[in-house]
């Protein structure tokens, strides 16, 4: 668990995400984890976030004692407590994780999140010491308008915009197109790169360009262990967000050596 702030770096730290979505109950999840997390913790220079659904964190917050992966989950809502039937809030979920996805495009498509509701997320998160991983991105239909830019720019300044200038850098930004995901049609390194060029100048138009350099992008939408390494090669690319090849626990590790090889860092401050 992290309590310091993060150093301030140029060096951004590789960061590699694993969403497990709603997949496995707590015994399969332990099993799965448990083929893959002595070599997870044996690679260096990356941080490693592993985000199973709920009902596995307690189990995985015990596992990851004593290791370097980070734990994170897949939502949560912005309210503490209260009449909020079937919710997780920031402080159920402060004392054992480090991170927490927000705005995913599932979650934006199936449950109609807003922007604005990210952000109130991303608050929340922030004040309960939770690293939030935001997702942007545009659809299939966007993309084809040359809407691209459009969407992000929207996406970042909701979930940017006077937001306390401390906080930026503990913030993670995952682009993640809707049309790669799950479909296993990725978008080209240079492609991705250049989206990612994108989201740093809108990040340095709300925060400053040293904000802009410090923040880490991961791409996500169809990573696999083949394509690793075109994504992670780009210079604007500090990661990614897996969905499926991250239950793979071969593919996954594979994912993470190449990217540790690629990006050689120092190792993190924990909790
Ligand atoms: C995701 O859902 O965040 C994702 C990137 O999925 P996949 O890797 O399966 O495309």
Avoid at 159 to 172: R, T, W
Wanted: proline share 5%.
């Amino acid at each position: 668990m992290i309590t310091d702030p993060r150093p301030l770096t140029n060096m951004r730290r590789p960061i590699i995400a694993g969403n497990w979505k709603m997949n496995m109950g707590p015994e399969k999840a332990f099993d799965l984890m448990d083929n893959m997390l002595e070599q997870l913790d044996a690679i260096e220079d990356v941080d490693i976030v592993i985000c199973p659904s709920f009902v596995s964190l307690e189990t995985f917050a015990d596992m990851f004692d004593g290791t370097s992966l980070f734990l994170g989950a897949q939502n949560m809502f912005w309210e503490e407590q209260g009449a909020f039937t079937g919710e997780v809030s920031p402080l159920m979920l402060q004392s054992m994780c480090d991170y927490v996805i927000l705005g995913h495009s599932e979650r934006r498509q199936y449950f109609h999140e807003s922007d604005q509701d990210v952000r109130r997320k991303v608050d929340a998160a922030l004040s309960h010491d939770l690293m939030p991983i935001i997702c942007v991105g545009e659809n299939l239909q966007e993309n084809e308008a040359g809407r691209t830019l459009e969407i992000i720019e929207r996406h970042v300044t909701a979930a940017f915009e006077g937001l306390d200038q401390q906080y930026v850098n503990k913030c993670v930004i995952a682009y993640e197109p809707i049309w790669a995901i799950g479909t296993g049609k990725p978008a080209t390194g240079e492609g991705a790169n250049r989206v990612f060029g994108a989201i740093r100048r809108k990040v340095a138009d709300l925060h400053g360009d040293t904000a802009a350099q410090e923040i880490r992008i991961q791409y996500g939408g169809s990573v696999n262990k083949e394509n690793i390494a075109e994504f992670i090669s780009q210079p604007e690319i500090d990661g990614a967000l897996v969905g499926g090849a991250s239950l793979k626990p071969g593919e996954f590790v594979r994912i993470v050596a190449v990217t540790s090889q690629a990006k050689r860092m120092p190792a993190p401050k924990r909790k």
